[in-house]
């Protein structure tokens, strides 16, 4: 089986606050769902019709139950989904104070099982032969993942279409400084790099959005997305060709899921073979309908409701 999409990294359980505005110690009930930048990603391009999996890790819990039962409920086939013997499943409790502060707390001690990612354990020809592969920057933080991302993307040698989400969460590194060179070892075998002003100012040691764009095309990849917040998306790719979409206006309600939605999108366009703007404006559009809700892997939009709010030039 051939899959549109392959994507390597996170999982784990979101509880978000079924209160809005209300600090963590005073929430008093929450929702469950399933979480993980890689992850929801699957399930963005799955809910746009893509057949997708996702490479990861549980803990051998009732939690690592409940995000298999999920993933197949999404559509996103869980095979590579291993559970690792006495590392709990990761949680992560966020805080929801709209219109732009999400604060998240993450649970990932000892150590998050999708970090457990081994290389000898990877399926190297479904890798190569996915249509589109996507791995994190989390995913470089520790060993054995760091290694295991790294093969799988010399093994696939820039076949079809390969995404470097940068996916910047320092917490996550033992020493912050020491990201750069995993990243540049990274973008030698990619196509294309997303990642917001944080992100690729990581990458490339650049924060203006045209400039890190360039360094990024300079680093090896073909395409460069460089989301900019409320000044919307650029991307350049190396044959000259740009585009800069403003966001769509939208009653914010949890930005936490909207990078997500937009990956997903992103696989979705560049598959269906777009031309670049129609690609970002469809992708700043299922961002902003995922801003708009409350949780990220269910909140994934339907084609149609990212036709509808394109249309609109708005979410209603």
């Given at each position: 089986m051939t899959y549109d999409l392959i994507t390597m990294g996170r999982i784990g359980v979101d509880l978000y606050p079924l209160q809005t505005?209300?600090?963590?110690?005073?929430?008093?009930?929450?929702?469950?769902?399933?979480?993980?930048?890689?992850?929801?990603?699957?399930?963005?391009?799955?809910?746009?019709g893509r057949r997708t999996a996702v490479i990861t890790r549980t803990g051998d819990d009732p939690f690592g139950t409940y995000l298999h039962e999920a993933l197949r409920g999404f559509?996103?086939?869980?095979?590579?989904?291993?559970?690792?013997?006495?590392?709990?499943?990761?949680?992560?409790f966020c805080e929801v104070?709209?219109?732009?502060?999400?604060?998240?707390?993450?649970?990932?001690?000892?150590?998050?099982?999708?970090?457990e990612?081994?290389?000898?354990?990877?399926?190297?020809?479904?890798?190569?032969?996915?249509?589109?592969?996507w791995v994190t920057g989390t995913g470089l933080s520790e060993e054995p993942s760091r290694t295991a991302t790294l093969a799988a993307l010399a093994h696939r040698a820039k076949a079809g279409t390969t995404v470097f989400d940068l996916d910047w969460r320092p917490m996550f590194?033992?020493?912050?400084?020491?990201?750069?060179?995993?990243?540049?070892?990274?973008?030698?075998?990619?196509?294309?790099?997303?990642?917001?002003?944080?992100?690729?100012?990581?990458?490339?040691?650049v924060r203006e959005?045209?400039?890190?764009?360039?360094?990024?095309?300079?680093?090896?990849?073909?395409?460069?997305?460089?989301?900019?917040?409320?000044?919307?998306?650029?991307?350049?790719?190396?044959?000259?060709?740009?585009a800069e979409v403003p966001p769509l206006p939208v009653n914010v309600l949890n930005g936490l899921g909207a990078g997500d939605a937009f990956g997903g999108c992103l696989v979705h366009g560049l598959l269906a073979g777009r031309d670049l703007e129609t690609i970002m404006r469809h992708a700043n559009a299922a961002g902003a309908i995922v801003a708009s809700r409350l949780e990220c892997?269910?909140?994934?939009?339907?084609?149609?409701?990212?036709?509808?709010?394109?249309?609109?030039?708005a979410v209603q």
């Open positions: 505005g209300v600090p963590l110690p005073q929430v008093t009930s929450f929702g469950k769902f399933l979480g993980g930048s890689a992850s929801n990603v699957a399930v963005a391009a799955a809910r746009l559509g996103v086939d869980d095979r590579w989904v291993t559970p690792v013997p006495g590392l709990p499943t990761p949680v992560t104070f709209p219109p732009d502060d999400f604060p998240l707390h993450f649970y990932r001690q000892p150590k998050a099982p999708d970090l990612i081994d290389a000898h354990e990877l399926d190297l020809d479904a890798i190569r032969d996915a249509r589109v592969f590194w033992n020493d912050p400084d020491a990201a750069r060179p995993f990243y540049a070892e990274a973008l030698r075998h990619t196509t294309v790099a997303v990642g917001n002003l944080d992100e690729v100012e990581v990458a490339t040691g959005p045209h400039a890190a764009a360039r360094a990024l095309l300079d680093a090896g990849v073909e395409l460069a997305v460089v989301k900019q917040g409320p000044k919307g998306v650029l991307a350049v790719n190396s044959a000259g060709e740009s892997s269910s909140a994934m939009p339907t084609p149609d409701e990212i036709e509808a709010a394109v249309t609109a030039g």
